[in-house]
């Protein structure tokens, strides 16, 4: 048991999907008062660039992170997808929360890629996607998506787009009632961490730290630790053109991993590597 003088200051972002996976965390607490800090991220700032252009998804981040080191915040709740591999000093990823779904899905009239008509617009600001994509379909028009998920599924209600391409776990999470199609992990590997929601803390705030531990879901920390391991050897970042994806059964871990060229013309995916722990995540890459 773990006892707090004060509330729990939880920093998030101020979009619905955070304040729902925010909401996700509080329900793991125990009868402990908490106070939700909504901080508006220079990524959700800025919406008319790609995030290559302003800096990447860790543009997400920064602000919740800076909460935390200034003593305005004890917890920050994110998208693990978000998250650089190389954590800020001083802070750390105290719990990996159980995983929702990892997937990427369409949302279109049209029930795959491969139904589209040619040279159909496509909405999406990954270029992870947009790289395996067009590997597939390389006449779609790919065009950048920006905003939170209500705003992105409106813009392809209004006909700005034949089809978008979310996470599948966020739609689940704010229970939209819309219909999509999954992509298979053959054509479309997820970003590493991707379904998974990462609670940060500072390293020295050792009473919240671990009573955040003790929600942490091993299978979820030790999966996503080998995707996130599986960029850092690729020398990548959360906003490059790689997919991973590691399921552990039978307590043996097996990783998938896709990495795009430069262009993102050629696609390289990995042979199915069966690792003993996380920290083995260096793969072969062949050509697809």
Known sequence: MYSFNSEIRI???SSPLAIKQCDILI????SLKTKIIKIVSKGDEIQDKSLQEIGGKGLFIKKLEQALIDNEAD?????????EWKETKGLE?????????????LISKYKSIYELPKNAKLGTSSVRRKAFILSERPDLNI???RGNINTRINKYNIGKFDGIVLAQAGVERLNLKIKYTEFDESIMLPSAGQGAIAVQCRSKSKPILNLIRSLN?????????AERSFVFNLNG?????????????N?????????????????????PTRLLSSSDAVVCLKKK
Not at 75 to 83: F, G, R, T, W, Y
Not at 93 to 105: C, P, V, Y
Not at 217 to 225: F, G, R, S, V
């Open 11 to 13: 920093a998030t972002r």
């Open 237 to 249: 970042t959360c906003s490059s053109p790689i997919g991973a994806s590691a399921k552990i059964s």
């Open 143 to 145: 065009s950048i998506l």
């Open 251 to 271: 307590e043996i871990l097996e990783l998938y991993g896709a990495l795009a060229s430069p262009d993102l013309s050629l696609i390289h995916i990995s042979e």
């Open 75 to 83: 917890i920050a709740v994110h998208s693990l997808k978000d998250m």
């Open 93 to 105: 990823i105290a719990a990996f929360l159980q995983r929702g779904s990892r997937k990427d899905i």
């Open 27 to 30: 329900e793991k607490l125990p």
């Open 217 to 225: 879901h091993e299978q979820t920390k030790y999966e996503t630790l």
